[in-house]
C-alpha cells in the first residue's frame, strides 16, 4: 500500500517569503500525484496535479510542483506567498493503472500561516 | 451549479445514536468516496462506490454504514459502534476514465460531534 509524508505539520511565513512545502510518498510503480488546498471555511480544491510528461508542472495561483522520480518527492512552491495562501495543504497520491479502488492516499497536511 | 453537497454542515450525536450524513452530487461521476478528517492525520478513506449497488470498505471502515442506491447519492450512516466519531467528514466525487488519470471533487464537509 501507499503512504504520503508530509515533514512540514505548520508553516508561518511573511507576506513575499518563499514557499516550499514537501511531499514524499512510498509506492513502488507508476504513480498520479496532486496537491490539494483547503481554504479555511472553504471546500477541498485542486491545486495542481501531475500524470505524466513535464515534471514541472504549474497550478493556479502562482503554484509549481516539481516531481522528482529518484527522489520519490512532488514538493510545493511558490515565489511569493500572500496573506491569502493561509490555509491547509494536502499532498495525494493513487497508483497508475488504477488498482480498482482509485481513492487517493493523502499526507497529514500542512497549515500554512502567512502574516501581513 | 453542478457540485456535491453534503448536509448537514454541523450535526451532533448522543451516546448511543445512529446519524446519518448526505452526500449527493449532480456531476454525473460514477465513483463516490467518504473520508474522515481528523486534525493532524490527513484524509482517511471510509467507504468507497465505484459504481450502483456496490461499495467496498475503505481503511476506516468499523462503525460505518453506507448504501449506494441511486447514482448521484452516497450517504454515510455514523453508528454507536463508532467510539470516537468526532471529525470532519468529506464526501467526494470521480468520473469514470480510463486508467484512473482523473481529478475528486469535494464538497464542503460535514462537522460531526458527540454530545
Known amino acids: 500500500a501507499q503512504s504520503v509524508s508530509q515533514h512540514n505539520h505548520h508553516v508561518i511565513l511573511s507576506e513575499a517569503a518563499s514557499l516550499e512545502l514537501g511531499c514524499n510518498y512510498s509506492y513502488g510503480g507508476t504513480v498520479n500525484l496532486f496537491w490539494y488546498v483547503q481554504y479555511p471555511g472553504q471546500h477541498l480544491q485542486l491545486l495542481l496535479k501531475?500524470?505524466?510528461?513535464?515534471?514541472l508542472v504549474k497550478g493556479i495561483k502562482g503554484f509549481e510542483a516539481e516531481f522528482i522520480k529518484s527522489k520519490f518527492s512532488f514538493n510545493l512552491r511558490k515565489p511569493s506567498v500572500q496573506w491569502s495562501d493561509t490555509a491547509e495543504y494536502f499532498c495525494a497520491v493513487n497508483p497508475y493503472p488504477d488498482t480498482g479502488r482509485r481513492a487517493l492516499t493523502f499526507g497529514s497536511g500542512t497549515r500554512l500561516q502567512v502574516q501581513p | 451549479d453542478g457540485g456535491i453537497t453534503q448536509s448537514p454542515k454541523y450535526l451532533f450525536r448522543k451516546e448511543g445514536q445512529n446519524v446519518t450524513l448526505s452526500c449527493e452530487q449532480n456531476l454525473n461521476h460514477d465513483a463516490m468516496y467518504w473520508y474522515r478528517q481528523d486534525p493532524g492525520q490527513g484524509l482517511r478513506l471510509i467507504y468507497y462506490s465505484q459504481i450502483v449497488n456496490d461499495f467496498q470498505k475503505g481503511d476506516i471502515a468499523e462503525g460505518y454504514s453506507v448504501s449506494r442506491e441511486k447514482k448521484e447519492s452516497f450517504p454515510l450512516t455514523v453508528t454507536s459502534a463508532q467510539k470516537n466519531p468526532t471529525a470532519f467528514y468529506l464526501c467526494?466525487?470521480?468520473?469514470?476514465?480510463?486508467?484512473?488519470?482523473?481529478?475528486?471533487?469535494f464538497g464542503a464537509g460535514t462537522r460531526l460531534s458527540v454530545l
Open positions: 467526494a466525487s470521480r468520473p469514470r476514465t480510463s486508467g484512473g488519470r482523473d481529478i475528486q471533487y
Open positions: 501531475y500524470f505524466s510528461g513535464d515534471p
